[in-house]
């Protein structure tokens, strides 16, 4: 039971992951800050501003850099109750526990629970990177939650605005074993010259057969002569 929790907690914060990153750019988070120089300590030091405004939308330009950089390092921003949520025997979502960072500007709570990522479950861990590679195409990020067991809904049009596209991240897609190289093209086969065949000399005809020798005359008997009676 427990090898079962941890795959579906890692599920669901691998989902959120991603929502809340991109709840994050919206919110105001972004790239990860250069470094800071003595002046900008100083001003970190600073009593913080206020709450910031709520995200109303997402540019497309965002999510595709969020999801091209991959989430493993926005694990780390939100935390949720081992013990996933049940009704009725069945399987409901996981509690947040804790949202760190920037994360705290966004319109979920601690004790809220997660029950779909635009409309998907996210109980097992290919339907949380289902979710995650579908957010490139996505028109709206849709984040179904309870509060104190009223369905709640989160919506976010992720609107375009013709930045740099972005490729889906390196550990999503299925590796390839490497091709081997082109097989080389056979040699041209030669062939030696064979003289023609000489002919065989030709067969002389037969001897023409003699010439029939011309028929014998029969001798001619003399005639009698008359008596004289």
């Known amino acids: 039971m427990g090898q079962g929790i941890g795959v579906m907690r890692f599920a669901l914060a691998s989902a959120l992951a991603l929502s809340f990153t991109a709840l994050g750019l919206a919110c105001g988070a972004g790239e990860a800050p250069p470094p800071s120089s003595p002046a900008d300590e100083a001003a970190s030091a600073r009593p913080a501003a206020g709450p910031r405004a709520k995200a109303t939308q997402l540019s497309r330009s965002g999510v595709r850099r969020v999801v091209s950089g991959g989430f493993g390092r926005f694990l780390q921003s939100v935390e949720v109750d081992d013990r996933p949520a049940f009704r009725d025997g069945k399987f409901l979502g996981f509690r947040l526990t804790e949202l760190r960072g920037d994360l705290e500007a966004c319109d979920l709570q601690r004790g809220d629970v997660i029950t779909r990522v635009n409309g998907r479950a996210i109980e097992r861990p290919e339907e949380a990177q289902a979710v995650f590679l579908a957010l490139l195409t996505a028109k709206e990020l849709v984040v179904d939650y309870e509060r104190g067991g009223e369905g709640r809904r989160l919506v976010l049009p992720i ?71």
């Open 159 to 229: 609107v375009d605005d013709g930045g740099p596209e972005a490729s889906a991240p390196a550990d999503s897609q299925p590796s390839q074993a490497p091709q081997p190289p082109p097989a080389a093209a056979p040699a041209p086969t030669t062939t030696p010259d064979v003289p023609p065949a000489i002919a065989p000399a030709p067969t002389p005809p037969p001897p023409a057969a003699p010439a029939p020798k011309p028929a014998k005359k029969p001798a001619k008997k003399p005639a009698a002569k008359p008596s004289k009676d």
